[in-house]
């Protein structure tokens, strides 16, 4: 069973039931879209990198159909990432919202959707984030919440400062939050970053950079909205997120 979600007039869009049409596979990403495994400029992959070839697993029940999670699993303010602690944190209060879709441009209701990023200051709540600027108390940097029927997503955070990382002489990262997201299915998994329009180190970060399709990269950069922005309260930036969609037969590898 569908339903029909009407965005704009003469577009209407359905809703998947999350258990009544279960794909029966979902489809890989074109090369390019996301960052190879080993990309020397990111001196670390050089370490992590598989030496052997991928071997893919079959598209089995287990990934076409977990995981299954609900909103009580997720506490009403967890995605208020400024009124976790006593006070304020310190910094620019942003609302950042969006939707979720796969790869057909359905809306994805029940997804879970988590995020990690460092302080206004440019520091993560971490024990091996010691490089000199200020902790704040006020602020973990951690959020999560599930998308609503519409495939709806917000968080209320503070915009996070670039930060110096040491992959190279004066290597400094963009102004980014993390995103996690499990989809309809485990073959949906997704982990990624979100930035901030017409950041300057760009052109300098090899980790945006890895993603040689300049169109993939541009979709990693958030929309600043006016319209979203809340007066005297916090601007606004959105950003959509497309999952890997259904596939119309199970994937086999050449022999």
């Avoid at 979720?100 to 971490?126: C, M």
């Avoid at 998994?189 to 052109?203: A, E, I, N, S």
């Amino acid at each position: 069973m569908t339903e029909e979600l009407q965005t704009d007039p003469g577009e209407v869009r359905q809703i998947y039931d999350p258990v009544a049409e279960t794909p029966t596979s979902y489809l890989r990403e074109p090369e390019g879209v996301h960052p190879p495994l080993d990309y020397p400029p990111y001196k670390s992959t050089s370490l992590r990198h598989p030496k052997q070839p991928l071997v893919y697993l079959p598209q089995t029940i287990t990934e076409i159909t977990g995981p299954r999670l609900g909103s009580p699993e997720v506490g009403e303010t967890d995605n208020d990432l400024t009124v976790q602690h006593g006070g304020e944190p310190l910094g620019e209060r942003i609302i950042v919202s969006g939707r979720v879709f796969d790869t057909e441009g359905k809306p994805l209701r029940g997804t879970l959707v988590e995020i990690w990023q460092a302080n206004s200051a440019g520091r993560y709540k971490h024990r091996w984030d010691r490089w000199p600027a200020p902790l704040d108390p006020n602020f973990s940097g951690a959020g999560r919440c599930v998308t609503d029927d519409e495939g709806r997503y917000q968080f209320t955070t503070i915009k996070p400062g670039p930060y110096p990382w040491g992959n190279h002489y004066n290597a400094w990262r963009p102004a980014h939050i993390h995103f996690s997201l499990l989809g309809r299915a485990f073959t949906q998994r997704l982990v990624t970053q979100m930035y901030f329009p017409g950041d300057p180190f760009f052109p300098y970060d090899p980790i945006f950079n890895s993603v040689r399709d300049a169109t993939a990269r541009e979709r990693m950069i958030s929309s600043f909205s006016i319209h979203g922005t809340v007066p005297n309260w916090a601007q606004a930036f959105e950003w959509d997120i497309y999952l890997r969609g259904p596939g119309a037969t199970p994937f086999e590898e050449a022999h």
